[in-house]
């Protein structure tokens, strides 16, 4: 007898064009509506066609979301699936696909046949194969097959009474010989359903990050696509119409960056999103932002470099580009949220924060959590309601007035009286050309002093664990949050605890005793210690290990768990 | 009308132009132009990159966003499309538009915004002492090619014709009143105008002097068919006989910002649809 309990890692490969995208966004779907907890993420080669891409689903009793190395069931739906695993597949694994298929590679490896192809032929379409492939899946789980029938017919319903039956015999056929595999080799699986999880929405890092840009009243975009940040892109495109946006496809990042700072200048609130690469041609403009004091946020899905890199894999060695991106000393925010509630969050905030300190603003995402799919309660998703911090203008209006705060109010052309103008060279309070030293030194602090505010503003990391009982401190940002919390839990040693920052400049004052008399472990997906040395830089602590990594894939939850048991404190 | 002075900077400001720059008649005459056509200075921006050229904007009242080196153009067609109601001008260097800003200067006429692009040519690079522009002419001697240019000079007229632009001008700032007229049409034309402004650098450039222009150039007459786009190609081509005046117009071809976005109302005055995005959340059970 086989027994899973608890917790499952379901895991679909195949090539890219086979329909293993299909597979996971029906059984995600489907399990989410019988109530599963679920959290998938994916890996896929830098190929339209072809390759061999992977997506692991976890079915788990308790809300997860981290990868685990783990493969407990695996779909393998063609010969290149085993070999390109073979490092995640153990004696426990069990493997189902094609004999025909994938029997010349399957090596020492047994593998259960299930005929997919032979069902979707029988049924008049190949193009079922990802309907018997998730109803499989369902039989193994002894799911409820009456959801999936209607989920089909729900989502088919455009296509005809006729596709509908189809889909559905096609699920039945997958269903029953997933039962029956089940109870052949000795199968059972006990996975816990939750009525609440029903209601929940289930979406990925770029709808998440997409909505709160919806959220932060974003109504223009101007970029140039680059992997793995053009999901965001996509999205504002598809709803540009019910929100009002203005979509551009620049020629050039230049010209992207450019063009939404200008669209800020006349009163639009713009987002430019990218990835490293693309960042790189942009960082001028960034400069521009500081000094014209013009608002812009910038999204940047980050993946692994240098120069091209490793295009749809993870990283975040991106850190160190805009914490210093841009000629010059100008005040500037970063964000990098750890959660889907966070990306949704933090986005608002990027605006938030751009709008009224008029300075550059940055998202920093990771590939791996823009392409992560959870579901959680709607209400997670915190809305805050911020209005535009334009001003009226009088015909007297200066638009450098040099304040307290360093804050000169904003003006946008042609909404009244005062003449607004912006000007790249170091300019006087009207924004005109000056070499006065004496100017010079007034507006350059004018600049910086807004840097005070953004501090004061800056939002708190979260504690994992008993923070104030631990010796020892897990630091990390991003999207390592999910996989530190569970290796913590599973761990449970009580001088260990983590803190998680989603905002990683400038560091809140606040956080700083934290981490005193602390031993800080800094984790992060890179190999310089990035977030690490910013942490001594903003707060003086000592970084007594790192626990890094560099591959290109996102840490598994077996990984930190080993290095934790491994640490000498 | 308004009253030209409206425009005008208080007296006494700084100005970086050397004397008898040609700079100065293009400042003078984008200001009657502004005021012959009854354009407000707060519903007017000027766009500008880096330059002697692009300082334009500090030496006039109206608003202004004066960006980076070859930048001058997606500023000003973001600037359209949050405010269509506003007049916008993209004023710089030749140096600025075709050579940094090439790429922006060739999909900007794709695009077709309702804006003018006013490029200052001098035919040299003046803020940073003398070296060759984009246009300037094969053989002209300069501090990197002392034996002169040795490449073909960039044929902005032609590239603009090639690309569709729908209002294609040269002027010569000599002609104080046919390059006001020329600038005035630009500004009325629904769609991208581009005004190539021959304005002779006194300091670096002694080859393409007031009257080397005086002597190369013509105005086309009335009986030029602006519509004609092949005739408007061969006088793009010809180097040796300069065309001046409006060589290419045709009305009608959509202009970016009203592809590009529905409704003409300044983007800060749209209101925040709160229930849709509660509903677009909703979707996502």
């Not at chain 1, 069902?119 to 109803?135: C, I």
């Not at chain 1, 700072?261 to 990835?275: C, F, N, Q």
């Not at chain 1, 708190?460 to 923070?467: E, K, L």
């Given at each position: 007898m086989?027994?899973?309990?608890?917790?499952i890692s379901?895991?679909?490969?195949?090539?890219?064009?086979m329909?293993?995208?299909?597979?996971?966004?029906?059984?995600?779907q489907?399990?989410?509506?019988?109530g599963?907890?679920?959290?998938a993420s994916k890996?896929?080669?830098?190929r339209?066609?072809?390759g061999?891409?992977?997506?692991?689903?976890?079915?788990?009793?308790k809300?997860?979301?981290?990868f685990?190395?783990?493969?407990?069931f695996?779909?393998?739906m063609?010969?290149?699936?085993?070999?390109?695993?073979?490092e995640r597949?153990?004696?426990?694994?069990i493997?189902l696909?094609?004999r025909?298929?994938v029997c010349?590679?399957?090596?020492e490896?047994?593998?259960?046949d299930v005929p997919f192809?032979r069902?979707?032929n029988e049924?008049?379409?190949?193009?079922?194969t990802s309907t018997?492939a998730v109803?499989?899946a369902l039989?193994?789980?002894?799911?409820?097959?009456?959801?999936?029938?209607?989920y089909?017919?729900?989502?088919?319903?455009?296509?005809g009474e006729?596709?509908?039956?189809?889909?559905?015999?096609a699920?039945q056929?997958g269903y029953?010989?997933g039962?029956?595999?089940?109870y052949?080799?000795g199968?059972e699986?006990?996975?816990a359903k939750?009525?609440?999880?029903?209601?929940e929405?289930?979406?990925?890092?770029?709808?998440?990050?997409?909505?709160?840009?919806?959220?932060?009243?974003?109504?223009?975009i101007?970029?140039?696509?680059?992997s793995?940040?053009?999901?965001?892109?996509?999205?504002?495109?598809?709803?540009?119409?019910?929100?009002g946006i203005?979509?551009?496809q620049?020629?050039d990042?230049i010209?992207?960056i450019?063009h939404s700072?200008g669209?800020?200048y006349?009163?639009?609130r713009?987002l430019?999103?990218?990835?490293?690469?693309?960042?790189?041609?942009?960082?001028?403009?960034i400069?521009?932002?500081?000094?014209?004091?013009?608002?812009?946020?910038?999204?940047?899905?980050?993946r692994p470099?240098p120069?091209?890199?490793?295009?749809?894999?993870?990283?975040q060695a991106d850190?160190?580009?805009?914490?210093?991106a841009g000629?010059?000393?100008f005040p500037?925010?970063?964000?990098?949220p750890?959660t889907?509630?966070?990306?949704?969050f933090d986005?608002?905030?990027?605006?938030f924060?751009?709008?009224?300190?008029?300075?550059?603003?940055?998202?920093?995402?990771?590939?791996?959590?823009?392409?992560?799919?959870?579901?959680?309660?709607?209400?997670n998703?915190?809305m805050?309601?911020?209005?535009?911090?334009?001003?009226e203008?009088?015909?007297?209006y200066?638009r450098?007035?040099?304040t307290?705060?360093?804050?000169?109010p904003?003006?946008?052309?042609g909404?009244?009286e005062?003449?607004?103008?912006?000007?790249s060279?170091?300019?006087?309070?009207d924004?005109h050309?000056?070499e006065?030293a004496e100017?010079?030194?007034a507006?350059?602090?004018?600049?910086?002093?807004k840097m005070?505010?953004i501090r004061?503003?800056a939002?708190?990391?979260?504690p994992?664990?008993d923070?104030?009982?631990?010796?020892t401190?897990?630091?990390?940002?991003?999207s390592n949050?999910?996989?530190?919390?569970?290796?913590?839990e599973i761990?449970k040693?009580?001088?260990?605890a983590?803190?998680?920052f989603?905002?990683?400049?400038?560091l809140?004052?606040?956080?700083?005793?934290?981490?005193v008399k602390k031993?800080?472990i800094?984790?992060?997906?890179?190999?310089?210690?990035?977030?690490?040395?910013?942490?001594?830089l903003e707060?003086g602590v000592?970084i007594t290990d790192?626990?890094?990594?560099?591959?290109?894939d996102?840490?598994?939850v077996?990984?930190?768990?080993?290095?934790?048991k491994?640490?000498?404190v | 009308?308004?009253?030209?002075?409206?425009y005008?900077?208080p007296k006494?400001?700084?100005?970086?132009?050397?004397?008898?720059?040609?700079?100065?008649?293009?400042?003078?005459?984008?200001k009657?132009?502004?005021?012959?056509?009854d354009?407000?200075p707060q519903?007017a921006v000027i766009c500008?990159g880096?330059?002697?050229?692009?300082?334009?904007?500090?030496?006039?009242?109206?608003?202004?966003f004066n960006g980076l080196?070859?930048?001058?153009?997606p500023?000003?067609?973001?600037i359209?499309?949050?405010?269509?109601q506003l007049?916008v001008?993209?004023?710089s260097g030749?140096g600025?538009?075709?050579?940094?800003?090439?790429?922006h200067?060739?999909?900007t006429i794709r695009?077709?915004p309702d804006?003018?692009?006013?490029?200052?040519?001098?035919?040299?690079y003046?803020l940073?002492?003398?070296?060759a522009s984009?246009?300037s002419?094969?053989?002209?001697?300069?501090?990197?090619q002392?034996?002169g240019?040795?490449?073909?000079?960039?044929n902005p007229?032609?590239v603009?014709?090639a690309?569709?632009?729908?209002?294609?001008?040269r002027?010569?700032?000599g002609?104080?009143?046919?390059?006001?007229?020329i600038?005035?049409a630009?500004?009325?034309?629904k769609?991208?105008?581009l005004?190539?402004v021959?304005?002779?650098?006194?300091?670096?450039?002694?080859?393409?002097?007031?009257?080397?222009f005086?002597?190369?150039g013509y105005?086309?007459?009335e009986?030029?068919d602006?519509?004609?786009?092949?005739?408007?190609?061969?006088?793009?081509?010809?180097l040796n006989r300069l065309a001046?005046?409006i060589?290419?117009?045709r009305?009608g071809k959509?202009?970016?910002e009203t592809?590009v976005?529905?409704g003409?109302?300044?983007?800060?005055?749209?209101?925040f649809?709160?229930g849709?995005?509660?509903?677009?959340?909703g979707t996502?059970?």
């Amino acid at each position: 007898m086989k027994r899973f309990s608890g917790d499952i890692s379901l895991v679909l490969g195949g090539a890219a064009g086979m329909g293993v995208q299909t597979v996971e966004a029906l059984l995600v779907q489907v399990l989410k509506r019988e109530g599963y907890n679920i959290f998938a993420s994916k890996e896929y080669m830098s190929r339209i066609r072809g390759g061999s891409n992977s997506t692991e689903i976890r079915v788990t009793d308790k809300k997860r979301s981290a990868f685990v190395k783990r493969i407990d069931f695996l779909f393998a739906m063609d010969k290149d699936v085993i070999p390109h695993l073979k490092e995640r597949i153990s004696k426990e694994t069990i493997l189902l696909g094609e004999r025909e298929k994938v029997c010349d590679t399957a090596g020492e490896c047994h593998v259960i046949d299930v005929p997919f192809t032979r069902f979707a032929n029988e049924l008049g379409n190949p193009l079922y194969t990802s309907t018997v492939a998730v109803g499989v899946a369902l039989g193994i789980l002894q799911a409820d097959e009456g959801v999936f029938a209607d989920y089909l017919r729900e989502h088919f319903a455009r296509k005809g009474e006729e596709v509908v039956k189809k889909n559905i015999e096609a699920a039945q056929k997958g269903y029953a010989f997933g039962k029956h595999i089940a109870y052949n080799e000795g199968i059972e699986v006990n996975l816990a359903k939750n009525k609440s999880v029903e209601e929940e929405i289930l979406l990925d890092g770029n709808d998440a990050v997409g909505l709160g840009a919806l959220a932060a009243r974003c109504n223009y975009i101007s970029s140039y696509p680059m992997s793995p940040g053009t999901g965001i892109l996509t999205f504002l495109a598809e709803h540009k119409k019910e929100f009002g946006i203005v979509v551009d496809q620049a020629e050039d990042e230049i010209a992207a960056i450019n063009h939404s700072i200008g669209a800020w200048y006349a009163g639009a609130r713009a987002l430019v999103t990218t990835s490293g690469g693309g960042f790189d041609l942009m960082v001028e403009g960034i400069s521009l932002a500081g000094i014209i004091e013009t608002p812009i946020v910038v999204h940047i899905g980050q993946r692994p470099g240098p120069a091209t890199g490793l295009p749809t894999r993870t990283e975040q060695a991106d850190l160190n580009l805009v914490l210093y991106a841009g000629h010059g000393e100008f005040p500037r925010a970063i964000f990098a949220p750890g959660t889907h509630e966070e990306a949704f969050f933090d986005m608002q905030q990027a605006f938030f924060i751009a709008d009224k300190y008029q300075t550059p603003v940055f998202v920093l995402m990771d590939q791996y959590l823009l392409d992560s799919v959870r579901s959680f309660p709607k209400e997670n998703l915190q809305m805050m309601n911020k209005k535009n911090a334009i001003v009226e203008t009088k015909a007297d209006y200066k638009r450098y007035a040099i304040t307290a705060s360093g804050i000169s109010p904003r003006g946008i052309p042609g909404y009244s009286e005062g003449l607004v103008g912006v000007d790249s060279d170091e300019h006087d309070e009207d924004a005109h050309i000056t070499e006065s030293a004496e100017v010079r030194i007034a507006m350059h602090e004018k600049r910086l002093r807004k840097m005070e505010g953004i501090r004061d503003e800056a939002l708190p990391p979260t504690p994992i664990g008993d923070v104030a009982r631990a010796d020892t401190l897990i630091v990390s940002w991003g999207s390592n949050r999910g996989v530190v919390e569970e290796a913590l839990e599973i761990v449970k040693r009580d001088n260990l605890a983590g803190l998680h920052f989603h905002q990683v400049y400038p560091l809140p004052k606040k956080a700083e005793k934290l981490l005193v008399k602390k031993k800080v472990i800094a984790l992060e997906n890179n190999a310089g210690g990035q977030f690490a040395n910013l942490l001594k830089l903003e707060y003086g602590v000592k970084i007594t290990d790192t626990i890094l990594k560099y591959d290109g894939d996102p840490f598994s939850v077996e990984e930190i768990v080993e290095k934790i048991k491994n640490l000498r404190v | 009308m308004i009253d030209k002075k409206l425009y005008d900077m208080p007296k006494g400001t700084d100005m970086a132009w050397c004397p008898g720059c040609g700079n100065f008649p293009i400042l003078n005459i984008v200001k009657m132009a502004l005021s012959e056509l009854d354009i407000k200075p707060q519903d007017a921006v000027i766009c500008s990159g880096i330059g002697q050229a692009a300082k334009t904007p500090h030496y006039l009242r109206v608003n202004y966003f004066n960006g980076l080196h070859g930048r001058a153009l997606p500023p000003a067609i973001a600037i359209k499309n949050v405010s269509p109601q506003l007049t916008v001008i993209a004023e710089s260097g030749d140096g600025d538009t075709y050579g940094e800003g090439g790429n922006h200067f060739i999909h900007t006429i794709r695009r077709n915004p309702d804006i003018t692009n006013i490029v200052h040519d001098n035919m040299i690079y003046g803020l940073t002492k003398g070296q060759a522009s984009p246009t300037s002419e094969k053989g002209l001697k300069n501090p990197l090619q002392p034996e002169g240019v040795i490449v073909d000079q960039f044929n902005p007229l032609a590239v603009a014709l090639a690309l569709d632009a729908t209002f294609v001008a040269r002027a010569f700032t000599g002609d104080i009143l046919q390059t006001k007229e020329i600038i005035k049409a630009a500004i009325l034309h629904k769609g991208y105008a581009l005004v190539d402004v021959f304005q002779p650098c006194v300091v670096f450039n002694k080859q393409n002097t007031y009257q080397w222009f005086k002597d190369k150039g013509y105005y086309v007459d009335e009986t030029h068919d602006k519509g004609d786009k092949m005739k408007a190609l061969e006088l793009a081509f010809d180097l040796n006989r300069l065309a001046l005046g409006i060589i290419y117009q045709r009305e009608g071809k959509p202009t970016y910002e009203t592809l590009v976005r529905e409704g003409t109302e300044p983007l800060h005055t749209r209101s925040f649809d709160k229930g849709a995005l509660e509903k677009l959340i909703g979707t996502y059970k």
